[in-house]
């Protein structure tokens, strides 16, 4: 008996082998999961305001109170609302002697009513904000001095917060 020799048909295989494919690669696509790119925007804060501030000479009993001839520049950008701008003020210490000036002998400009209020106790001098930039000018004033006090510079420290909403 004489058999024939067998032959594959090379195009069949390669066929199949490409249904097979296709058959995965749609079952890779049908399980796949969209990617989820969710961005996430964190929160922004930027407060700028100049590292010195001079509160100026005050002259003892020279009557009333005296007013700086600088103003302080502040510039606050947030992406987020906020209950706005608090300042703070430790008490003024003199350069070589135990001598100080309380803070509540100096006052800030509240924008919300144009009021001087004593930092005595922080003080919210904007009230509310929305997200955005704003710069604003804080003025000061300082209560008549007499001659009690040491003469000489005075220091301390001002603290420029934005407030929780």
Do not use: C, W
């Not at 024939?4 to 199949?16: E, L, W, Y």
């Amino acid at each position: 008996m004489h058999t024939r020799p067998r032959r594959d048909n090379p195009p069949r295989q390669a066929i199949a082998r490409l249904s097979l494919l296709a058959l995965g690669l749609l079952l890779s696509l049908a399980l796949a999961r969209p990617a989820g790119a969710e961005p996430v925007v964190e929160e922004y804060l930027h407060i700028e305001v100049d590292s010195s501030y001079d509160l100026g000479s005050v002259i003892p009993n020279s009557g009333g109170l005296h007013e700086p001839d600088e103003k302080l520049e502040v510039l606050v950008a947030a992406n987020f609302a906020h209950g706005g701008l608090t300042i703070s003020l430790t008490d003024l210490e003199h350069e070589a002697s135990e001598s100080t000036i309380s803070r509540s002998r100096v006052s800030v400009r509240d924008f919300q009513t144009g009021t001087f209020l004593p930092l005595n106790q922080p003080r919210n001098v904007t009230g509310p904000a929305n997200p955005g930039m704003f710069q604003l000018e804080l003025e000061f004033r300082v209560q008549e001095l007499d001659y009690s006090y040491s003469p000489g510079e005075y220091s301390g420290v001002l603290t420029v917060t934005v407030a929780p909403d």
